[in-house]
DNA sequence: TATGATAATGATAACCATTATCATTTTATT
DNA sequence: AATAAAATGATAATGGTTATCATTATCATA
């Protein structure tokens, strides 16, 4: 926590930017917030802390942070970006069960050693990639046909 | 293409929904155009042969297509949805460049084999996936470093 | 071929996550 | 202190998409 505070610090001042009160406070709170998080939801968080904070700070702080390589933004598709931890963290992709948005981590070395190899057969140099999918969580699956909270995106059937 | 239009008709009357000149239309030329179009993009090719269609018909039509199996929403991840047409296509992935934003068309028969494998191994039953690949594409490997226009999605890195 | 019932259309307003604007305040440097 | 540069927070704006709603078109039936 201290370690990412000195890499926030670091690339802060690498940018000629400044670090604040403001800027400290959101990143303690992303630090302690495990998951996937909204802005919003990290605004409703360190409001608690600093009543007095602008929801602006917020977006504009969440996006230093990925570039800063502390945070990485995630996006499910449902138009509400989030964010999770990226400071010794592992890449992975997700899973998103469609019945009940629960989502999981996962990792798979063959996958991703096949898309350097897909890219490049292509001639393309590979950056970066975003893979999701989409399917029914175990519970789920017990409790059957339970047609509630379908979530209606399109990528079923890919 | 008359195959697409009978099985919009199909999709239509099963859902008690009814065939119109418009939907007609907007599946004419969404039938024309190759590629991955956004709903804008139709709307004003649309109204080139019928100046009084309105663009929420367009918007409305789109989502039908892809519900018929017709249509397939694509997500770049840069805030506007585009389609492809999705009947008798087969399924495949994008490779993006994030310099010229040129998008080919790939798929790999190994990757997928491995999503449904990973998915497996989490217990899910795999319903569907969204790959994106970024990179740099061999033209603009070439003539290094245009900085030009740098998407600034946040996908670098995976 | 009128008549209801239902669905579709097009214009427009609303939505909503995110960005831009801007006056004011804070911070770093002289 | 004085100055310049950057940050903040309130608020307006953005823009793709969806909701609303009065009007029109379509279908089934008599
Ligand atoms: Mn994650
Ligand atoms: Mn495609
Ligand atoms: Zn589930
Ligand atoms: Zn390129």
Redesign the interface.
């Known amino acids: 926590m201290t370690e990412e505070k000195d890499l926030f610090a670091e690339y802060l001042s690498r940018n000629n930017l400044r670090m604040t009160p403001q800027r400290g406070l959101i990143l303690d709170v992303f630090l302690r917030t495990e998951g996937h998080i909204t802005s919003e939801e990290l605004y409703s968080r360190v409001k608690r802390k600093d009543r007095s904070i602008g929801q602006a700070t917020v977006y504009r702080t969440l996006k230093l942070l990925?570039d800063a390589?502390l945070a990485?933004?995630v996006?499910f598709?449902d138009g509400i970006l989030r964010y999770e931890h990226d400071y010794a963290h592992e890449?992975h992709d997700h899973?998103i069960?469609?019945r009940c948005n629960r989502q999981?981590e996962?990792i798979?070395e063959?996958?991703e050693r096949?898309?350097e190899r897909?890219?490049k057969r292509?001639?393309?140099?590979?950056?970066?990639?975003?893979?999701?999918?989409?399917?029914?969580?175990?519970e789920c699956?017990k409790r059957k046909d339970r047609k509630g909270s379908l979530r209606k995106?399109?990528?079923?059937?890919?």
């Open positions: 990925s390589g990485r933004e996006d598709g890449h899973i069960c469609e999981i996962v798979d063959g996958i096949l898309q897909l890219a292509h001639g393309f140099h590979l950056t970066g990639h975003r893979m999701y999918l989409y399917g029914i969580c175990p699956m995106t399109g990528h079923t059937s890919g």
